[in-house]
């Protein structure tokens, strides 16, 4: 980090697009930008700041907290309950926080989190990052990715939109695809990456992650950004630009 792009961090409108590069509405990769990082393996092994991982395994409580069973729809007497999803399945990241009015079976969802391992139940729906989701179907959804359906949300004061969603062929907006990464959690851990499931590695630290959830622009009282909170969302405004740069 230079201290020019730290002399950023004081410009509220550069925080702004900072977020908007992570977000996406500045920064949507082509077809052609998706084959380039595909072939770069990624590029996601870059770690700048990858000694603050690992050491906070009390934060995974955040993620248990975020984990919730929403959007099991349809009128199963006895039978299959068809897990239905729309854009309105998705909401301001901070909100989802408070577990409450949630529909289904959120306790099993929630003993799931807590336990950190074993098959989430069909309905649920667990984030990290407010623009990348993961929700469990009905069995036979997809034997491939365990039922689980990923998406790659588009996020704004309006609301969301999907931008693409389905199993295996789901890419993020850096064109990186889902499963490929989430498949390498041990089997035990049912695709759920944390930190030590398996999964490689990203470039994403802690506070960039508590940064992306505070800035999430779906929240009525967003809280005020912190220092570190602008400082994160530089560097992660930093690692972007690299991770496609170097394409
Ligand atoms: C380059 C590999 C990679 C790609 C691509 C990727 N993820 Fe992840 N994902 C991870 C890792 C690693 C974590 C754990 C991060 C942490 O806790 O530090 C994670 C975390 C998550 C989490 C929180 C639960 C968990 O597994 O820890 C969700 C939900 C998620 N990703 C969804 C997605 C979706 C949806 C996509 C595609 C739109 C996607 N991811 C693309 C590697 C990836």
Same mark, same amino acid.
């Given at each position: ?13 550069? #925080?702004? *697009?900072? =977020? ?17 990082? +595909? ?14 991982? %690992?050491?906070? +395994? ?33 909401? %301001? ?13 959120? &306790? ?16 649920? =729906? =667990?984030?990290? #990052? ?20 990923? !998406?790659? =949300? *588009? #996020?704004?004061? *309006? ?35 944390? &930190?030590?499931?398996? %999964? *490689? ?7 960039? !992650? ?8 779906? %929240? ?26 170097? &394409?």
């Amino acid at each position: 980090m230079t201290r020019d792009a730290l002399s950023t961090t004081s410009d509220g409108r550069k #925080i702004k *697009d900072a =977020v908007q590069v992570v977000y996406g509405s500045k920064f949507r990769p082509t077809e052609e930008d998706n084959m380039k990082s +595909r072939s770069a393996g990624g590029g996601v092994s870059i770690n700048r700041n990858g000694n603050n991982r %690992c050491r906070h +395994r009390r934060q995974h409580a955040l993620f248990t907290l975020i984990a919730l069973a929403v959007g099991v729809a349809g009128a199963g007497i006895a039978g299959e309950t068809k897990v239905d999803v729309d854009e309105n399945s998705f909401k %301001c990241i901070l909100e989802m926080t408070k577990v409450d009015n949630v529909l289904g079976d959120l &306790q099993s969802t929630i003993a799931v989190a807590q336990a950190g391992r074993g098959e989430y139940p069909a309905g649920s =729906v =667990v984030q990290l #990052i407010p623009t990348e989701v993961m929700i469990k179907h009905e069995k036979g959804y997809s034997p491939v990715t365990r039922d689980w359906e990923f !998406f790659s =949300v *588009d #996020i704004s004061k *309006d609301g969301s939109k999907i931008h693409s969603r389905g199993a295996a062929e789901v890419n993020n907006r850096l064109g990186l695809n889902c499963f490929a990464c989430h498949v390498k959690a041990k089997h035990e851990f049912d695709f759920i990456c944390e &930190q030590t499931n398996g %999964c *490689d590695p990203i470039p994403v630290t802690r506070p960039m !992650f508590t940064a992306l959830q505070r800035s999430d622009p779906r %929240c009525k009282d967003a809280p005020e950004l912190t220092d570190e909170d602008k400082q994160a969302l530089s560097d992660l405004a930093e690692v972007v630009k690299t991770l496609t740069q170097k &394409q």
